[in-house]
T-cell receptor, first 117, second 114 residues
Framework: NAGVTQTPKFQVLKTGQSMTLQCAQD?????MYWYRQDPGMGLRLIYY???????DKGEVPNGYNVSRLNKREFSLRLESAAPSQTSVYFC????????????????FGPGTRLLVL | AQSVAQPEDQVNVAEGNPLTVKCTYS??????LFWYVQYPNRGLQFLLK??????LVKGSYGFEAEFNKSQTSFHLKKPSALVSDSALYFC????????????FGAGTRLFVKA
């Protein structure tokens, strides 16, 4: 049981390049999330997927797109990277079954460090 | 606007002493409250959460948190700190009407000195 896995662990991009961050969970969770972590700002939600087949914007969606490929996988795409997108990106998942749907404990992956030059 | 505040960037405590990491929030309704811990180069790990009921919540690794509705606070505590507790701690709030949009504080770095 690997939990939440993310690839790659580290990436360097040039301004304008594109890339996709991959995330997978093996806990049969319905809900998945993408966050970015910047110093002194905590985690900010980029996009989330309440359940397979749905995606919604979070607090900072500009410059990103997501795909919920299936129940296990949720990818984050940067179409044209900018230096402001230099950050650590975390994927998370939660059960999504309970009456507190969306307010459950989240399980996080190890993160992807992205540097945009 | 809904927000979570962790007023201390860093907390320093000697091993064996009690520790407190502070959190206050400004959210309407009855939110769910969480504490997560992040060790270097790792993702966040769940410590504990408050939904309803007893104001003192016990969690992993001997941590507990006290919910105070009148002060809108949810401070993290531990009676006796360990060097291994040194990490970055995040308070998080899921608003009652906020759906999936959990709000995280900026984090407090805990440093426990031997």
């Amino acid at each position: 049981n690997a939990g939440v896995t993310q690839t790659p662990k580290f990436q360097v991009l040039k301004t304008g390049q594109s890339m996709t961050l991959q995330c997978a969970q093996d806990m049969n969770h319905n809900s998945m999330y993408w966050y970015r972590q910047d110093p002194g700002m905590g985690l900010r939600l980029i996009y989330y997927s309440a359940s397979e087949g749905t995606t919604d914007k979070g607090e900072v969606p500009n410059g990103y797109n997501v795909s919920r490929l299936n129940k296990r996988e949720f990818s984050l795409r940067l179409e044209s990277a900018a230096p402001s997108q230099t950050s650590v990106y975390f994927c998370a998942s939660s059960e999504g079954w309970t009456s507190g749907r969306g307010r459950e404990t989240q399980y996080f992956g190890p993160g992807t460090r992205l540097l945009v030059l | 606007a809904q927000s979570v505040a962790q007023p201390e960037d860093q907390v320093n405590v000697a091993e064996g002493n009690p520790l407190t990491v502070k959190c206050t929030y400004s959210v309407s309704g009855n939110p769910y409250l969480f504490w997560y811990v992040q060790y270097p180069n790792r993702g966040l790990q769940f410590l504990l959460k408050y939904i309803t009921g007893d104001n003192l919540v016990k969690g992993s690794y001997g941590f507990e948190a006290e919910f105070n509705k009148s002060q809108t606070s949810f401070h993290l505590k531990k009676p006796s700190a360990l060097v291994s507790d040194s990490a970055l701690y995040f308070c998080a709030v899921s608003p009652y009407t906020g759906g999936f949009k959990t709000i995280f504080g900026a984090g407090t770095r805990l440093f426990v000195k031997a």
